[in-house]
């Protein structure tokens, strides 16, 4: 029972990081600044474990480091360009719904790992949904763009090869987050001191930027990363990442109350195929 409400909270989690990211162009703070908040906020809670895992940590290797360090800065920044110019379900949908995808082709560049057969109808039908999703326009007017939609699974893209290095380098939840939230935060740090990415701290007020902290902060930041780690532990990596997969569909229904964007047979048919792969890619990858 842990398990499942733990995996559950990470499902909310992962809907609240779409609804953000749409959040940030009706917002007074900047990509940047969220980006900030990202990741400063589980770096001061977790500094306090630095010390004892500073052995494993040193054992990475630095072709690894840089896989994983792809799932920070880049791989927010590019998501969040994505994100202005289309719609909560396209971001969740293009980004999450497609990271079985993302995986297996980053992993057969990499290192050359041949896609089993019976995983070639799922991530036939994840492509499927994601083409049929950059061609449905959503309904009420909300607008998205291809490009966005480009940019988007460019961030899946991201995202696998960031998967593919936390595999590779051997990191546990709590040794992935630091390397993740300390060096991205100094990055994106330094980006915003010399002027290379846009900030607008001091024009918004802590009331404004409250959702971000909770929702990236401790939400993506800490809480998703560890819990995720620790629904593995108690239901196994298969059911943890079916039950993972209803995120987009769980973004897309929240984006029609908060933001007032709908919902299309098409689009919701589109996200129904995308959801359905990823439950077929991640059961077959259970068996193997």
Same mark, same amino acid.
């Given at each position: 029972?842990?398990?499942?409400?733990?995996?559950?909270?990470?499902?909310?989690?992962?809907?609240?990081?779409?609804?953000?990211?749409?959040?940030?162009?009706?917002s007074p703070?900047?990509?940047?600044?969220?980006?900030?908040?990202?990741?400063?906020?589980?770096?001061?809670?977790?500094?306090?474990?630095?010390?004892? @895992?500073?052995?494993?940590?040193?054992?990475?290797?630095?072709?690894?480091?840089?896989?994983?360090?792809?799932?920070?800065?880049?791989f927010?920044?590019?998501?969040?360009?994505?994100?202005?110019?289309?719609?909560?379900?396209?971001?969740?949908?293009?980004?999450?719904?497609?990271?079985?995808?993302?995986?297996?082709?980053?992993?057969?560049?990499?290192?050359?790992?041949?896609?089993?057969?019976?995983?070639?109808?799922a991530?036939?039908?994840?492509?499927? #949904?994601?083409?049929g999703?950059?061609?449905?326009?959503?309904?009420?007017?909300?607008?998205?763009d291809?490009?966005?939609?480009?940019?988007?699974?460019?961030a899946s893209?991201?995202?696998?090869? @960031?998967?593919?290095?936390?595999?590779?380098?051997?990191?546990?939840?709590?040794?992935?987050?630091?390397?993740?939230?300390?060096?991205?935060?100094m990055?994106l740090?330094?980006?915003?001191?010399?002027?290379?990415?846009?900030?607008?701290?001091?024009?918004? %007020?802590?009331?404004?930027?409250?959702?971000?902290?909770?929702?990236?902060?401790?939400?993506? #930041?800490?809480?998703?990363?560890?819990? @995720?780690?620790?629904?593995?532990?108690?239901?196994?990596?298969?059911?943890?990442?079916?039950?993972?997969?209803?995120?987009?569909?769980? %973004?897309?229904?929240?984006?029609?109350?908060?933001f007032?964007?709908?919902?299309?047979?098409?689009?919701?048919?589109?996200?129904?195929?995308?959801?359905?792969?990823?439950?077929?890619?991640?059961?077959?990858?259970?068996?193997?």
């Amino acid at each position: 029972m842990s398990g499942y409400l733990v995996i559950s909270a990470v499902v909310l989690i992962w809907a609240g990081f779409a609804l953000t990211l749409r959040a940030i162009g009706k917002s007074p703070l900047s990509a940047a600044d969220v980006g900030l908040i990202r990741f400063a906020v589980p770096a001061l809670c977790l500094l306090p474990f630095l010390r004892s @895992y500073l052995a494993q940590l040193r054992r990475v290797r630095f072709r690894d480091l840089l896989l994983v360090l792809l799932g920070g800065v880049p791989f927010f920044l590019v998501a969040s360009a994505g994100a202005r110019s289309t719609s909560t379900a396209h971001v969740s949908a293009l980004i999450a719904g497609t990271a079985p995808l993302s995986v297996a082709l980053i992993s057969f560049l990499l290192e050359k790992s041949a896609i089993p057969k019976k995983r070639w109808f799922a991530l036939g039908l994840i492509a499927l #949904g994601a083409v049929g999703m950059i061609a449905t326009q959503p309904a009420g007017g909300t607008h998205s763009d291809p490009w966005g939609c480009l940019t988007l699974l460019f961030a899946s893209l991201l995202w696998g090869a @960031y998967t593919v290095g936390v595999r590779r380098a051997g990191l546990d939840a709590i040794a992935n987050a630091l390397i993740l939230t300390v060096l991205s935060l100094m990055i994106l740090g330094a980006l915003s001191l010399v002027g290379v990415t846009e900030s607008h701290l001091g024009q918004f %007020s802590w009331r404004e930027a409250l959702p971000f902290v909770l929702v990236q902060g401790l939400g993506v #930041g800490l809480i998703a990363t560890v819990g @995720y780690s620790f629904a593995i532990g108690r239901l196994g990596s298969s059911r943890s990442a079916v039950i993972g997969s209803l995120a987009p569909g769980l %973004s897309a229904v929240l984006a029609v109350f908060i933001f007032g964007e709908a919902l299309n047979f098409a689009t919701m048919a589109c996200i129904a195929v995308l959801t359905f792969g990823v439950i077929l890619a991640n059961r077959s990858l259970g068996k193997n």
